[in-house]
């Protein structure tokens, strides 16, 4: 029921779509349908600082939707004039492709958790479950992905840890468990974010009971021994400042963190959810911000914003080149005024130079205390001149072409074109209309020689290449892996099949391997 084991026949060898969907998002029509790639099964996975979908790089543009994870009990917004449908176009129209659902560990824990009333106007049942229910059916109409994260453990319960004496950590398991079997069959559920801005108590790396890596480590084997199955994404989020030891002078500005971003602790103990299958689904998931949440020190240096990159490069940007692991930023945003419009413009500038590719900004609705959203105060979708127009346009200039479902998320066959990155640097993916250069340098040797150790050991039924490191499918004119230029049967993602993506760069419009 999660993506598993599903077996493909006829799709098998479906590269390129043969059909002209609809698109799904409001930018579709400049997108060539020609390059919509088409798949039976979407498989997650992780590789060289990216998630992959089915064996190439997502691109992803999401926004936080907040509601769940407070004493209303629902997303916020819908107590009036303001519909789901409207909320969800709008950012289907914007290119949005993802959307990060805040819940609490109580509403996971209590199928029968009601709708505070009068706050969902368009609900036609008062169960919290029936309107995620909602939300998943029409976020896939709209091929928009979901994300779900344990924000906190109940209303008036904003803990530092995962845990507490109410919520013991075998609770916080039985609800992802819960959310898991309830929601994980509809094919636009990404996966978990385990627990949201762990901070103060919580460290990392010393040995301490209240050590989030271990923690992480422990919810996620406590789901798969009773959901064997789960092949979905896990987001992890770093601690704050403080709670793990630091490569760093002591007073060195990088040492002062926002919750949820401190990730020094991997220097000392990386995430290792105990099987190569489950760590090649964790993305680690900082959180930044600026001095609309909180006035850091460096916000306030003679040199701002031009000092922000290297403290950022401190924070963040050791994280994929240290664990080859994708970097998802789970939150950003403010109220993109004076100060805070500056040093977001300076973190987009960031992302694109760090080849950071996805992101989910906080947050749709403009309730958010300090930092506003992409609705207008009241409530309306922004117009030109508007200042959450130009939070729109700053996001889309950090992600300028995500990738896009060209139709509903739904039946027996997945179309997409993956976009590409915003910079023509960085790692790309040539499967959509644009023709961008590629120079991989050392990090395709390294990338290659990583690969090849990972899969060298699988089950082919089809033929090895000399190496015997890539299996290719006998069945389909050739097999590759990343970065691969479309070809009939399509190159890049191994036909879409059971065969395992080789996880090789491809150059010169050649797969590693061809039969």
């Given at each position: 029921?999660?993506?598993?084991?599903?077996?493909?026949?006829?799709?098998?060898?479906?590269?390129?779509?043969?059909?002209?969907?609809?698109?799904?998002?409001g930018l579709g029509e400049d997108r060539s349908l020609q390059n919509s790639n088409c798949f039976g099964e979407m498989v997650w996975s992780v590789f060289q600082g990216n998630i992959l979908l089915n064996g190439v790089p997502f691109r992803l543009k999401g926004a936080n939707w907040f509601g769940?994870?407070?004493?209303?009990?629902?997303?916020?917004?819908?107590?009036?004039?303001?519909?789901?449908?409207?909320?969800?176009?709008?950012?289907?129209?914007?290119?949005?492709?993802?959307?990060?659902?805040?819940?609490?560990?109580?509403?996971?824990?209590?199928?029968?958790?009601?709708?505070?009333?009068?706050?969902?106007?368009?609900?036609?049942?008062?169960?919290?479950?029936?309107?995620?229910?909602?939300?998943?059916?029409?976020?896939?109409?709209?091929?928009l992905l979901v994300l779900?994260?344990?924000?906190?453990?109940?209303?008036?319960?904003?803990?530092?840890?995962?845990?507490?004496?109410?919520?013991?950590?075998?609770?916080?398991?039985?609800?992802?468990?819960n959310i898991i079997e309830k929601f994980g069959s509809w094919p636009n559920f990404m996966g978990i974010d385990l627990f949201n801005e762990p901070h103060i108590s919580?460290?990392?790396?010393?040995?301490?009971?209240?050590?989030?890596?271990?923690?992480?480590?422990?919810?996620?084997?406590?789901?798969?021994?009773?959901?064997?199955?789960?092949?979905?994404?896990?987001?992890?989020?770093?601690?704050?400042?403080?709670?793990?030891?630091?490569?760093?002078?002591?007073?060195?500005?990088?040492?002062?963190?926002?919750?949820?971003?401190?990730?020094?602790?991997?220097?000392?103990?990386?995430?290792?959810?105990?099987?190569?299958?489950?760590?090649k689904l964790l993305v680690y998931s900082p959180h930044i911000y600026g001095p609309d949440l909180y006035d850091h020190d460096y916000f306030n240096a003679s040199d701002f914003p031009d000092n922000m990159p290297e403290i950022w490069e401190k924070q963040i940007g050791f994280i994929e080149s240290l664990t080859g692991k994708a970097v998802i930023i789970g939150e950003w945003g403010g109220k993109m005024e004076g100060k805070d419009a500056i040093l977001q413009e300076k973190w987009v500038q960031y992302m694109l130079d760090a080849c950071i590719s996805g992101s989910f900004y906080w947050s749709v609705t403009p309730n958010s205390g300090d930092l506003g959203g992409l609705l207008t105060e009241s409530w309306d979708i922004p117009q030109s001149g508007d200042t959450q127009f130009f939070k729109?346009?700053?996001?889309?200039?950090?992600?300028?072409?995500?990738?896009?479902?060209?139709q509903p998320i739904s039946g027996d066959q997945y179309c997409l074109d993956f976009g590409a990155f915003a910079d023509n640097s960085c790692w790309t993916n040539t499967n959509s209309r644009r023709d961008i250069s590629l120079d991989l340098?050392?990090?395709?040797?390294?990338?290659?020689?990583?690969?090849?150790?990972?899969?060298?050991?699988?089950?082919?039924?089809?033929?090895?290449?000399?190496?015997?490191?890539v299996c290719c499918s006998a069945e389909c004119g050739q097999c590759g892996g990343i970065n691969c230029l479309?070809?009939?049967?399509?190159?890049?993602?191994?036909?879409?099949?059971?065969?395992?993506?080789?996880?090789?760069?491809?150059?010169?419009?050649?797969?590693?391997?061809?039969?």
């Open positions: 029921m999660f993506g598993i084991g599903m077996k493909l026949t006829s799709l098998a060898c479906l590269g390129l779509s043969l059909l002209s969907p609809t698109p799904s998002h769940f994870n407070t004493s209303l009990n629902i997303l916020h917004g819908l107590w009036g004039d303001v519909t789901m449908d409207e909320v969800l176009d709008f950012l289907a129209a914007n290119d949005f492709n993802g959307l990060r659902i805040p819940l609490s560990l109580s509403l996971a824990l209590d199928n029968q958790t009601k709708i505070s009333q009068y706050q969902c106007v368009e609900c036609t049942s008062d169960l919290s479950w029936d309107a995620i229910e909602r939300l998943m059916d029409k976020a896939a109409e709209r091929g779900f994260d344990f924000h906190k453990l109940a209303d008036g319960e904003s803990t530092e840890l995962w845990y507490s004496d109410n919520y013991p950590e075998e609770k916080f398991i039985e609800g992802w468990v919580a460290t990392w790396g010393k040995g301490l009971e209240t050590d989030w890596n271990k923690g992480a480590e422990r919810i996620v084997q406590g789901i798969v021994e009773q959901i064997p199955t789960y092949n979905k994404l896990i987001f992890v989020e770093g601690i704050s400042s403080g709670g793990s030891s630091t490569p760093y002078d002591e007073d060195d500005p990088a040492n002062d963190q926002f919750w949820g971003s401190n990730f020094f602790g991997l220097y000392d103990a990386e995430v290792d959810f105990g099987t190569p299958e489950l760590n729109l346009t700053l996001i889309a200039e950090a992600q300028p072409t995500p990738s896009l479902f060209t340098g050392n990090l395709l040797v390294s990338a290659e020689n990583k690969a090849s150790k990972e899969i060298s050991n699988i089950a082919c039924n089809g033929k090895m290449n000399k190496e015997n490191s479309s070809e009939v049967h399509g190159a890049s993602n191994c036909c879409a099949s059971l065969i395992l993506s080789s996880e090789k760069f491809c150059t010169d419009n050649e797969a590693p391997c061809i039969i």
